[in-house]
């Protein structure tokens, strides 16, 4: 098992920035992968950043690429997602996952969930 726990959510302006936080817990030795989802209300969650967890390769949903940016701290068993430039279209709930099995990072499926973080951005 992998526990998950998101920080960092929270209002900002149009153009602001956030940087997300996920913490993982228990089983993480046998992590591949991490990735960014988002849920906005009445809209199907989508992937927008994934990073594997050895080799660092990154993934971006073109909606975020050169604003957003996606890392990890392997001793500190976190992964970041920085957001800069944010627009009113980014509001959302942001979930972390993790994957233990080779995956594709955009296809996944990805094994873990977190509980999710607010991150709402005014116009």
């Known amino acids: 098992q992998v526990q998950l726990v998101e920080s960092g959510g929270g209002l900002v302006q149009a153009g602001g920035s956030l940087r997300l936080s996920c913490a993982a817990s228990?089983?993480?030795?046998?992590?591949?992968?991490m990735g960014w989802f988002r849920q906005a209300p009445g809209k199907e969650r989508e992937l927008v950043a994934a990073?594997?967890?050895?080799?660092?390769?990154?993934y971006y949903a073109d909606s975020v690429k050169g604003r957003f940016t996606i890392s990890r701290d392997k001793a500190k068993n976190t992964v970041y997602l920085q957001m800069n430039s944010l627009k009113p279209e980014d509001t959302a709930v942001y979930y972390c996952a993790a994957a233990i099995r080779v995956i594709g990072l955009r296809t996944g499926p990805y094994d873990y969930w977190g509980q999710g973080t607010q991150v709402t951005v005014s116009s």
């Open positions: 990073i594997t967890w050895s080799s660092g390769t990154t």
């Open positions: 228990g089983r993480t030795r046998s992590t591949y992968g």
